[in-house]
Structure formats: C-alpha cells, structure tokens
Nanobody, 119 residues
Framework: QVQLVESGGGLVQPGGSLRLSCAAS????????MGWYRQAPGKQRELVAT???????NYADSVKGRFTISRDNAKTTVYLQMNSLKPDDTAVYFC?????????????WGQGTQVTVSS
C-alpha cells in the first residue's frame, strides 16, 4: 500500500499564497505521475496540476500562471505553490499518486487538505 500525507492548507486572503505538500511512503513502486486535484462544495473533483515520472507538468487552465507543481529529488514528495489565490480556488485539495507495482497499476489518494480563500 501507499500512504499520502498532505499538509499546507489553510485560510488565506485573496491575492495571497499557500504551498501544499504531499509526501508518499510505502510500496511506491514506479511512479507514473503525481498530482493535485480539488473539490469545491457541490462540485465534482477536478484536476489542478500533475507531474509525470519524467517531470512533465500539466495544469488546469484556471490555474496556469498562478500555480506551480514541483517535486523533491527523491520524487516522492510533490508540492503545489499557489500564488494570486482567488475565492474560486476555495476547495479541498487532494493529492493523487499513480504507480506501477508488481505489474499492477493503481491510484492512491490523500485525505485532502482544506484551502479557503476569503477576506
């Protein structure tokens, strides 16, 4: 199994910044991608940003130019730097890991961390 521990959420004013972290541990295997998704009340979960095993990044149009996804050298911790935050960014943010292990591909999710953008 894989454990994902997220941190860094909180309350921030519009225009402010937050940095989320997601640390993976356990039977990680070969990571295909890690990423961040978010779910606002009454809405479906949506992709925010992903980073592939090779380092290719992908962003939702709504966060391009404001959010940056990165990872540590061990490729087991992923970060999301969020700048110029807007009230519409308010949501629970979830970390996701996709891996290959013993010939099986799996997705794992973190428990989520609340981000609230409000004055």
């Amino acid at each position: 199994q894989v454990q994902l521990v997220e941190s860094g959420g909180g309350l921030v004013q519009p225009g402010g910044s937050l940095r989320l972290s997601c640390a993976a541990s356990g039977s990680i295997g070969s990571i295909n991608a890690m990423g961040w998704y978010r779910q606002a009340p009454g809405k479906q979960r949506e992709l925010v940003a992903t980073i592939s095993g090779g380092g290719t990044t992908n962003y939702a149009d709504s966060v391009k130019g404001r959010f940056t996804i990165s990872r540590d050298n061990a490729k087991t911790t992923v970060y999301l730097q969020m700048n110029s935050l807007k009230p519409d960014d308010t949501a629970v943010y979830f970390c996701k890991l996709n891996r290959d292990y013993l010939g099986i591909r799996n997705d794992f999710w973190g428990q989520g961390t609340q981000v609230t953008v409000s004055s």
